[in-house]
């Protein structure tokens, strides 16, 4: 096994931040490829006439997914190296309405911002200001909530781990899912533009 | 096609416009396999996943302990982004988001789709729009706190790598975007 | 270029099916390193000096961050305490075989001396753990080589860079060089203290951390 590279002790911690630069470069632009830039694109997965953030983001996963899991296979990344963040149950689950809810508000998520932000789109800066001003306000209330924020600790864990099946088999499952998806959301796409735009758009 | 783009966005002052005429966005497929292949990318190299909240957390941290050490020194949320002795800000996230800046002004620069503008909702004012573009950024900001990462981080990264709290973080995303939509149409339709 | 039958998006929709299909078939990865062991192979290793690593090449391994390892103290609770190499986590043989690291994680093992870390090794590496390394000559073996090494009073021009880096070193984790001539240590070379310690001072508990890499890295958001 030779991968993770970074943690096999290939390179130094200077190389990694050029490393990320460049990892950060593709990030971006494949983002703005599909059309992440724009908050309206992003906003309307959720009145279901354009559901490119569902297709794009389960076809990243899928992706990357599958990637892991065959290179883990052939031997060639060391899968028990990668990092994985560890489970609080019911923080995340708060913390994902929270976000599900500044979605529909700002149209945005903070990472979609920032490269909105560098195609100039201004409402895309003042979201990035108040992700900003989120994570301050994060900060100063922290000592307060800090006992809810570690409360739900479990760990790493892993989809396959808890529900005791093989990985394998997870991994089937989530891209036959996926691959449901897209075929249903392709078919709410259609029913939904015609809804709102009266099969004009 | 391109033709009545050049066309139509000829009276654009953008003096790109003229050699980037505007082009449609990517197929979605293509452009998630783009961004699943980044995100194994880091995996392999790195052997840790993408993300952004990250990064402002950093900075916010780094800010905060410029302005006000004392008050950065006494809590644990800043003291996790701030090394004793190194620059805080040499982090691979922060380094990763710079990256972000300039790939997103790339990709939208050779598709014509660089120019100052707001995005929203036909029926509301620029005003309201970058008020509530303020307060969803806020919740945003939160909420990533809370789950320990934001879509990048949590919904991406964990997503492919089959771990639970990000697969249950990224089906609370969905519900409560799903959950409030309605209520909030005005600003996108 | 069309296929008749399908368009691009519902190929590569069934190519990730296929794959999906074919991960059915396959091995988990994450176990991908347990298997049995092959009794000549431990044997082998157990003879070979390569398990070992020498204190002052973790010492540089831990300055320069680069490197993944897990650092264990396998002394009691209170040695552990009273002093102990930076980052380094304080397990019982018994936290280890009850599997407290991964298999794959290189693991550096070090104890009062070499004994208790060798049954450590031979235990882990039982175990199939990939790599497990023990700090030569154990706590005892970093105090006297890393934070109060030895540096002969003369040293040729050709040696002196050498004993420049182990001096930096020493001082990097908060100990003393100390100047001998003929085996008589003569001064403690120091260039913050003025009192002069005759005896061998004590390494302390609260040694300055190392630059920069008072925490393990970050990794997540």
Same mark, same amino acid.
């Given at each position: 096994?030779?991968?993770?590279?970074?943690?096999?002790?290939?390179?130094?911690?200077?190389?990694?931040?050029?490393?990320a630069?460049?990892?950060?470069?593709?990030?971006?632009?494949?983002?703005?490829?599909?059309?992440?830039?724009?908050?309206?694109?992003?906003?309307?997965?959720?009145?279901?006439? %354009?559901?490119?953030?569902?297709k794009?983001?389960?076809?990243?996963?899928?992706t990357?997914?599958?990637?892991?899991?065959?290179?883990?296979?052939?031997?060639?990344?060391?899968?028990?190296?990668?990092?994985?963040?560890?489970?609080?149950?019911?923080?995340?689950?708060?913390?994902?309405?929270?976000?599900?809810?500044?979605?529909?508000?700002?149209g945005?998520?903070?990472?979609?911002?920032?490269?909105?932000?560098?195609?100039?789109?201004?409402?895309?800066?003042?979201?990035?200001?108040?992700?900003?001003?989120?994570?301050?306000?994060?900060?100063?209330?922290?000592? &307060?909530?800090? @006992?809810?924020?570690?409360?739900?600790?479990?760990?790493?864990?892993? &989809?396959?781990?808890?529900?005791?099946?093989?990985?394998?088999?997870?991994?089937?499952?989530?891209?036959?899912?996926?691959?449901?998806?897209?075929?249903?959301?392709?078919?709410?796409?259609?029913?939904?533009?015609?809804?709102?735009?009266?099969?004009?758009? | 096609?391109?033709?009545?783009?050049?066309?139509?966005?000829g009276?654009?002052?953008?003096?790109? /416009?003229?050699?980037?005429?505007?082009?449609?966005?990517?197929?979605?497929?293509?452009?998630?396999?783009?961004?699943?292949?980044?995100?194994?990318?880091?995996?392999?190299?790195?052997?840790?996943?993408?993300?952004?909240?990250?990064?402002i957390?950093?900075?916010?941290?780094?800010?905060?302990?410029?302005?006000?050490?004392?008050?950065?020194?006494?809590?644990?949320?800043?003291?996790?982004?701030?090394?004793?002795?190194?620059?805080?800000?040499? @982090?691979?996230?922060?380094?990763?988001?710079?990256?972000?800046l300039?790939?997103?002004?790339?990709?939208?620069l050779?598709?014509?789709?660089?120019? !100052?503008?707001?995005?929203?909702?036909?029926?509301?004012?620029?005003a309201?729009?970058?008020?509530?573009?303020?307060?969803?950024?806020?919740?945003?900001?939160?909420?990533?706190?809370?789950?320990?990462?934001?879509?990048?981080?949590?919904?991406?990264?964990?997503?492919?790598?089959?771990?639970?709290?990000?697969?249950?973080?990224?089906?609370?995303?969905?519900?409560?975007?799903?959950?409030?939509?309605?209520?909030?149409r005005?600003l996108?339709? | 270029?069309?296929?008749?039958?399908?368009?691009?998006?519902?190929?590569?929709?069934?190519?990730?099916?296929?794959?999906?299909?074919?991960a059915?078939?396959?091995? %988990?990865?994450?176990?991908?390193?347990?298997? /049995?062991? %092959?009794?000549?192979?431990?044997?082998?290793?157990?003879?070979?000096?390569?398990?070992?690593?020498?204190?002052? @090449?973790?010492?540089?391994?831990?300055?320069?961050?680069?490197?993944?390892?897990?650092?264990?103290?396998?002394?009691?609770?209170?040695?552990?305490?009273?002093?102990?190499?930076?980052?380094? !986590?304080?397990?019982?043989?018994?936290?280890?075989?009850?599997?407290?690291?991964?298999?794959?994680?290189?693991?550096?093992?070090?104890?009062? @001396? %070499?004994?208790?870390?060798?049954?450590?090794w031979?235990?882990?590496?039982?175990?199939?753990?990939?790599?497990?390394?023990?700090?030569?000559?154990?706590?005892?073996?970093?105090?006297?080589?890393?934070?109060?090494?030895?540096?002969?009073?003369?040293?040729?021009?050709?040696?002196?860079?050498?004993?420049?880096?182990?001096k930096q070193?020493?001082?990097?984790?908060?100990?003393?060089?100390?100047?001998?001539?003929?085996?008589?240590?003569?001064?403690?070379?120091?260039?913050?203290?003025?009192?002069?310690?005759?005896?061998?001072?004590?390494?302390?508990?609260?040694?300055?951390?190392?630059?920069?890499?008072?925490?393990?890295?970050?990794?997540?958001?």
């Amino acid at each position: 096994m030779i991968a993770p590279f970074y943690k096999f002790g290939l390179f130094g911690e200077e190389l990694s931040l050029i490393i990320a630069f460049i990892i950060g470069i593709g990030f971006g632009f494949f983002l703005e490829r599909a059309g992440f830039g724009s908050a309206r694109k992003l906003a309307a997965q959720f009145y279901f006439y %354009d559901m490119t953030v569902f297709k794009v983001m389960f076809t990243a996963i899928v992706t990357a997914m599958l990637g892991v899991y065959f290179l883990g296979v052939f031997g060639l990344l060391d899968v028990n190296l990668i990092y994985y963040t560890p489970t609080y149950i019911v923080p995340q689950i708060v913390g994902g309405f929270l976000l599900g809810f500044g979605f529909i508000l700002g149209g945005y998520c903070p990472g979609t911002s920032v490269v909105s932000t560098s195609v100039g789109r201004i409402d895309g800066l003042f979201f990035l200001l108040g992700v900003f001003l989120g994570i301050l306000f994060y900060g100063e209330v922290y000592p &307060l909530i800090s @006992d809810f924020v570690h409360s739900t600790a479990m760990g790493k864990q892993t &989809l396959y781990g808890v529900l005791h099946i093989p990985y394998g088999v997870v991994v089937f499952i989530v891209v036959v899912i996926a691959v449901g998806g897209f075929a249903g959301a392709s078919y709410l796409e259609k029913v939904f533009q015609k809804k709102f735009f009266g099969g004009a758009k | 096609m391109e033709e009545e783009m050049k066309i139509e966005n000829g009276k654009e002052k953008a003096f790109h /416009r003229e050699y980037f005429p505007e082009k449609p966005y990517w197929n979605p497929y293509f452009a998630g396999i783009g961004l699943g292949l980044v995100s194994l990318s880091a995996f392999v190299i790195m052997g840790r996943g993408l993300g952004a909240s990250g990064a402002i957390s950093t900075i916010v941290a780094t800010g905060v302990a410029t302005i006000a050490p004392a008050h950065a020194s006494g809590n644990e949320f800043y003291q996790n982004y701030l090394s004793t002795q190194e620059n805080p800000l040499k @982090d691979w996230l922060v380094f990763e988001v710079l990256g972000v800046l300039v790939g997103g002004f790339v990709s939208g620069l050779f598709a014509g789709r660089v120019k !100052i503008k707001i995005e929203k909702g036909e029926r509301i004012s620029n005003a309201t729009r970058l008020v509530f573009a303020v307060i969803g950024g806020m919740l945003m900001g939160f909420g990533a706190k809370l789950a320990g990462g934001c879509t990048s981080g949590q919904a991406l990264t964990g997503g492919a790598l089959l771990n639970l709290g990000s697969w249950l973080f990224m089906l609370s995303v969905f519900a409560g975007g799903y959950l409030i939509a309605y209520f909030f149409r005005r600003l996108w339709i | 270029m069309r296929c008749p039958v399908m368009n691009i998006n519902q190929r590569l929709g069934l190519f990730a099916i296929l794959l999906g299909i074919l991960a059915l078939f396959t091995k %988990d990865p994450t176990k991908a390193s347990m298997g /049995r062991i %092959d009794p000549n192979k431990l044997l082998l290793e157990t003879h070979s000096t390569s398990r070992f690593i020498e204190p002052f @090449d973790l010492a540089e391994k831990i300055i320069s961050g680069t490197q993944y390892f897990i650092l264990v103290d396998l002394r009691s609770e209170k040695e552990y305490e009273q002093g102990t190499i930076p980052f380094a !986590i304080n397990l019982s043989v018994k936290d280890l075989m009850a599997g407290a690291l991964q298999r794959n994680q290189q693991i550096v093992l070090f104890s009062d @001396d %070499d004994t208790k870390s060798l049954n450590a090794w031979l235990a882990l590496k039982s175990l199939d753990y990939k790599n497990v390394f023990i700090l030569k000559g154990g706590y005892k073996g970093w105090v006297d080589n890393v934070l109060f090494p030895k540096i002969p009073a003369e040293v040729s021009q050709n040696e002196k860079e050498k004993y420049e880096k182990i001096k930096q070193v020493s001082l990097y984790f908060g100990g003393k060089p100390l100047l001998v001539s003929e085996g008589k240590t003569l001064e403690i070379q120091s260039p913050v203290t003025s009192s002069v310690n005759t005896q061998l001072p004590k390494p302390s508990v609260t040694s300055p951390k190392p630059a920069g890499k008072a925490k393990p890295k970050r990794e997540g958001c």
